[in-house]
T-cell receptor, first 115, second 113 residues
Framework: DQQVKQNSPSLSVQEGRISILNCDYT??????FLWYKKYPAEGPTFLIS?????DKNEDGRFTVFLNKSAKHLSLHIVPSQPGDSAVYFC??????????????FGKGTKLSVIP | DTGVSQDPRHKITKRGQNVTFRCDPI?????LYWYRQTLGQGPEFLTY????????KSRLLSDRFSAERPKGSFSTLEIQRTEQGDSAMYLC???????????FGEGSRLTVL
């Protein structure tokens, strides 16, 4: 049962345009959401996060939007650059009871930014 | 380098052999996590340590898997009698605070022939 879903396996965008990556979740207990970026043969690198008490968080070219009623979040990258080409993972956390606040990840979206 | 480090980066083994991976978290981080990532999937949670105590294990962690963090610093993940289905990237992550961002290492890629 996939609790965090990224329904687009891949996305191609022209350099300079906006990239929009989407993520849906099913567990209403999730209260913190994160986006990670991953290059091949490397570990995931944290990009940006948002708490469930907010609906938007911005950091430079990256903005994350959260729609709790729709259980949906999105990552906007403006303007997109070729160096943004990577796999992007959406992740969510909740108190598991054991205090781990482990992250549950989606399957990822491979972003290709075309020069 | 003060990030999470993992060793070895790559391991090729024959089915039935035992393998061990090591993780050194960021020094002040008392919370340590192991994840597994297979092709086309996101990282999947395996187990969680707070200091030396293993507080949570996923059902993915079969009896052939054992993890330790003996002094609350580095951790090891051992897989006994490896199977081809164990081929994956094993990721270690750590954090200082109860929730929020996890800092990942570069992973240990296991190939079981």
């Amino acid at each position: 049962d996939q609790q965090v879903k990224q329904n687009s396996p891949s996305l191609s965008v022209q350099e300079g345009r906006i990239s929009i990556l989407n993520c849906d979740y099913t567990n209403s207990m999730f209260d913190y959401f994160l986006w990670y970026k991953k290059y091949p043969a490397e570990g995931p690198t944290f990009l940006i996060s948002i708490s469930s008490i907010k609906d938007k968080n911005e950091d430079g070219r990256f903005t994350v939007f959260l729609n709790k009623s729709a259980k949906h979040l999105s990552l906007h990258i403006v303007p997109s650059q070729p160096g943004d080409s990577a796999v992007y993972f959406c992740a969510a956390s909740a108190n598991s009871g054991a205090g781990s606040y482990q992250l549950t990840f989606g399957k990822g979206t491979k972003l290709s930014v075309i020069p | 380098d003060t990030g999470v480090s993992q060793d070895p980066r790559h391991k090729i083994t024959k089915r039935g052999q035992n393998v061990t991976f090591r993780c050194d978290p960021i020094s002040e981080h008392n919370r340590l996590y192991w994840y597994r990532q297979t092709l086309g999937q996101g990282p999947e949670f395996l187990t969680y340590f707070q200091n030396e105590a293993q507080l949570e294990k996923s059902r993915l962690l079969s009896d052939r898997f054992s993890a330790e963090r003996p002094k609350g610093s580095f951790s090891t993940l051992e897989i006994q009698r490896t199977e081809q289905g164990d081929s994956a990237m094993y990721l270690c992550a750590s954090r200082l605070h109860e929730a929020g961002e996890l800092f990942f290492g570069e992973g240990s890629r296991l190939t079981v022939l």
